[in-house]
């Protein structure tokens, strides 16, 4: 994931996602009545999301706001294209990290995530970070992870596969650990209660995204493909060419995708999380 003009041509799903989410909860969120709130979003990614329906929506006199994500590639890409706003620092930062940094640490009155989480290195150890993050006084946070998805599936079967294996031994990093759990939701409660949270409303929604074709669903499976740019050019479309038989099979869709035409809908879960401090 270090081509951040692919992935922003290819995040329909997790804009689209988190217009939704924004827009249901932002007026929920504890904004300050007079302002100066301080706000940092993890795994921000090529930071569109953050920029185009997150900031819209924080108090224009809002004191703070920090981009983050564990990818320098995606960093400097966001700090290129939105380093202009007024207010907006980038920071490299693993969300999941044993020691978070003195300056970021219990300073922020909001903390939003979307479609980040599901790689963190431990989804606990990033929720307890969170609670860090927030001031010793209060704060909330909205996140959204992926919590199962037919490509995930994907993943696994292919990281079997000799000619696949020495690209994806570190392949249970990239699977949420909500894919193969039988109550999910319970599961992040539980990550969410030991972080010391008692407010909380977690959500399990069933979604179906429609893609406009099998192509399109291809590139953004590429685009979000932790693995393929560790192999050589020349076996990346066969890669995701296999990897796309292994999602159809999984959803019960007997055709190959290269007989497949017209619209693609494809399921998927997601948690969706507004947590009070």
């Known amino acids: 994931m270090n081509n951040p003009e692919l992935y922003i041509s290819a995040n329909d799903v997790q804009r689209h996602d988190a217009d939704i989410v924004v827009k249901k909860f932002s007026s929920q969120m504890q904004w300050h009545p007079k302002g100066e709130d301080t706000l940092i979003d993890l795994g921000s990614g090529s930071g569109d999301v953050l920029m185009d329906i997150v900031y819209p929506r924080i108090p224009r006199n809002f004191q703070r706001i920090v981009y983050t994500d564990i990818n320098p590639t995606m960093v400097n890409y966001a700090r290129q294209k939105f380093g202009h706003v007024k207010g907006v620092e980038f920071e490299t930062l693993d969300m999941a990290t044993d020691i978070l940094p003195?300056?970021?640490?219990?300073?922020?009155?909001?903390?939003?995530?979307?479609?980040?989480?599901?790689?963190?290195?431990?989804?606990?150890?990033?929720?307890?970070?969170?609670?860090?993050?927030?001031?010793?006084?209060?704060?909330?946070?909205?996140?959204?992870?992926?919590?199962?998805?037919?490509?995930?599936?994907?993943?696994?079967?292919?990281?079997?596969?000799?000619?696949?294996?020495?690209?994806?031994?570190?392949?249970?990093?990239?699977?949420?650990?909500?894919?193969?759990?039988?109550?999910?939701?319970?599961?992040?409660?539980?990550?969410?209660?030991?972080?010391?949270?008692?407010?909380?409303?977690?959500?399990?929604?069933?979604?179906?995204?429609?893609?406009?074709?099998?192509?399109?669903?291809?590139?953004?499976?590429?685009?979000?493909?932790?693995?393929?740019?560790?192999?050589?050019?020349?076996?990346?479309?066969?890669?995701?060419?296999?990897?796309?038989?292994?999602?159809?099979?999984?959803?019960?869709?007997?055709?190959?995708?290269?007989?497949?035409?017209g619209v693609l809908p494809i399921p998927y879960k997601l948690l969706v999380v507004y947590a009070r401090k």
């Not at 992040?188 to 008692?198: H, K, N, P, S």
């Not at 590139?219 to 393929?228: I, L």
């Open 102 to 261: 003195k300056q970021l640490k219990g300073q922020f009155d909001h903390v939003t995530s979307f479609y980040a989480l599901m790689y963190a290195r431990t989804q606990r150890q990033a929720i307890r970070n969170i609670w860090e993050l927030l001031r010793p006084t209060g704060g909330d946070c909205l996140l959204i992870t992926l919590c199962t998805h037919p490509i995930f599936h994907a993943y696994k079967v292919l990281s079997k596969m000799d000619k696949w294996t020495q690209y994806m031994v570190d392949v249970d990093s990239f699977i949420p650990p909500q894919q193969y759990c039988q109550e999910p939701r319970r599961q992040f409660m539980e990550l969410l209660t030991d972080a010391g949270f008692t407010d909380f409303s977690v959500e399990l929604q069933t979604k179906t995204f429609d893609y406009r074709s099998v192509e399109v669903f291809k590139t953004n499976m590429m685009a979000v493909n932790p693995f393929v740019e560790r192999m050589p050019a020349t076996l990346r479309d066969e890669y995701m060419d296999e990897a796309l038989v292994e999602a159809f099979m999984f959803m019960g869709n007997k055709i190959d995708p290269k007989d497949y035409y």
